[in-house]
C-alpha cells in the first residue's frame, strides 16, 4: 500500500545542483527510515544517505559527504536529496527506499529497506 515517489532528477554539468524529492504515500506511520541509493551503469547499488524520520537525523556514505544533504517536511511526507558540487561520478538512477527500522550501522545496506520507489536518473557532464 505503501508507495514512493521520486522526482528532481535531470542532466547538469559539473559543479551544478540537482535536489531530489521522494513523496510517500499510504500508511507511512511505521517507516521510521528513508534512504537513498544510486546506480550507475556497470556497477553495484551503492548507499548514499539515510534520515530518521522521527528526529531526521541523518547519515552519509564518505562519497558524498560535504556535498549532499538530506531533508524533510513532515506534513507533506516528503524527504530531499540536495546535491551541490556535483561530479561526473555521481550519474546514476537514484533510488528513494524506506524501512520501519535499520540499525545506524547498516544505514547503506540495501536489503535492509522494504519499499522502494521507481527511480530517478540523474545525468552530470564534464
Known amino acids: 500500500q505503501v508507495q514512493l515517489v521520486e522526482s528532481g532528477g535531470g542532466s547538469v554539468q559539473a559543479g551544478g545542483s540537482l535536489r531530489l524529492s521522494c513523496r510517500a504515500s499510504?500508511?507511512?506511520?511505521?517507516?521510521?527510515?528513508m534512504g537513498w541509493f544510486r546506480q550507475a551503469p556497470g556497477k553495484e547499488r551503492e548507499g548514499i544517505g539515510t534520515?530518521?524520520?522521527?528526529?531526521?537525523?541523518?547519515y552519509y556514505a564518505d562519497s558524498v559527504k560535504g556535498r549532499f544533504t538530506l531533508s524533510g517536511d513532515k506534513a507533506k511526507n516528503t524527504v530531499y536529496l540536495q546535491m551541490n558540487s556535483l561530479e561526473p561520478d555521481d550519474t546514476a538512477v537514484y533510488y528513494c527506499a524506506a524501512a520501519v527500522t535499520v540499525s545506524k550501522g547498516r544505514v547503506l545496506e540495501a536489503n535492509d529497506y522494504n519499499v522502494w520507489g521507481q527511480g530517478t536518473q540523474v545525468t552530470v557532464s564534464s
Open positions: 499510504g500508511y507511512t506511520v511505521n517507516l521510521n527510515c
Open positions: 534520515i530518521y524520520t522521527q528526529n531526521m537525523d541523518s
